[in-house]
């Protein structure tokens, strides 16, 4: 029983990953174009989610600033919610609310990107940085899932958003990581070209 469980996890997750496929494909695509004209012109990408939402965060910035599969120097990104030291301080004069926000007014410029995390949508801190990165004309990135939620709402024109049609925030975040993926691998794709495939 517990073993046809785990297979269950594979099967449903691999199913949803075919499913959205198509329907992922072009925001991910516009993604990419986004992070290579914010980066190409000398601007960063500053990412934050809450929980596990900020752990993918967090590993897309590794990915960005460190490396993917291949070497290249380095590309400007900062996890937001890395710090949490930060976070307590900023929330200790402010609402908690405003601890992103606060991040993103400080750090942000015209021409960067706030990567914006929220399976739901509807998380407060993220919401606010979503404002603050539209106050400083910056172009905000956002993936989510169960209909996108108070942040998929607040989304502009010039905004992108990845929302994967589920209910189930594991999934979600499958979802997440593997456009995250999607992203940086066309980002070193179109600045180093095309990598042949492995055998």
Do not use: W
Not at 88 to 102: K, Q
Not at 122 to 148: C, F, K, Q, Y
Request: aromatic fraction near 4%; proline fraction near 3%; include cysteine.
């Amino acid at each position: 029983m517990l073993e046809q469980s785990i297979e269950q996890q594979f099967i449903d997750s691999a199913d949803l990953k075919y499913q959205v496929g198509p329907l992922l494909s072009k925001p991910i695509a516009a993604a990419v174009q986004a992070l290579l004209s914010c980066v190409t012109s000398g601007g960063k990408v500053l990412a934050c989610g809450n929980g596990p939402a900020g752990a993918v965060a967090q590993a897309f910035v590794a990915a960005f600033v460190g490396r993917f599969e291949r070497e290249r120097p380095g590309l400007g990104a900062l996890a937001l919610s890395a710090d949490s030291t930060l976070l307590t301080a900023i929330s200790g004069n402010y609402d908690f609310s405003a601890g992103f926000a606060r991040q993103v007014s400080a750090l942000g410029q015209a021409g960067d990107v706030l990567l914006a995390v929220s399976t739901g949508g509807n998380s407060p801190n993220v919401v606010a940085a979503i404002e603050a990165a539209h106050e400083r004309d910056m172009t905000v990135l956002a993936l989510t899932g169960r209909g996108g939620g108070q942040a998929g709402r607040l989304l502009r024109e010039t905004d992108i958003h990845i929302s994967v049609p589920h209910e189930r925030s594991s999934r979600i975040l499958e979802v997440h990581q593997l456009a995250l993926h999607c992203m940086v691998e066309g980002v070193d794709n179109q600045l180093l070209g095309e990598q042949e495939a492995s055998t």
